[in-house]
């Protein structure tokens, strides 16, 4: 997808959740486990629109977003159901990502590690 028509579609998503607010029950949480980085509209419908095309599990995406897999859990939930509402269904396909050495292989990029590694003798 090019720049301008992801751009248009996080503003239709944005105009969506505007008009079409989550109903909350006073009083109650919204899940155990959710994990402590709220993930914001970009980023929920880039989840729903990573995860379906290649299958990606979600420890990959929970890291690189560094949030919780149950987070990831509800991106996705929230984004299929607002996609194919906006008429932008996502397509899927035969592809499973794993680990995300292999998400930034398909992106075409490689991680970083965080520490060098180490020699053994």
Same mark, same amino acid.
Do not use: F, N, V
């Given at each position: 997808?090019?720049?301008?028509?992801?751009?248009?579609?996080?503003?239709?998503? #944005? #105009?969506?959740?505007? *008009?079409?607010?989550?109903?909350?029950?006073?009083? #109650?949480?919204?899940?155990?486990?959710?994990? $402590?980085?709220?993930? $914001?509209? $970009? *980023?929920r419908s880039l989840v729903g629109v990573l995860k379906a095309p290649w299958k990606i599990h979600n420890p990959p995406l929970a890291a690189l977003l560094g949030t919780s897999r149950a987070r990831i859990t509800e991106a996705v939930h929230e984004a299929n159901r607002i996609l194919d509402a906006l008429g932008h269904p996502i397509p899927r396909s035969a592809i499973t990502v794993t680990t995300a050495d292999l998400l930034a292989a398909i992106a075409g990029h490689t991680l970083i590690p965080d520490e060098p590694a180490k020699n053994s003798k």
């Open positions: 997808m090019e720049a301008p028509a992801w751009s248009e579609l996080q503003q239709c998503y #944005r #105009r969506y959740l505007t *008009d079409h607010p989550p109903i909350t029950i006073p009083g #109650r949480k919204t899940g155990p486990g959710l994990g $402590s980085c709220y993930l $914001s509209a $970009s *980023d």
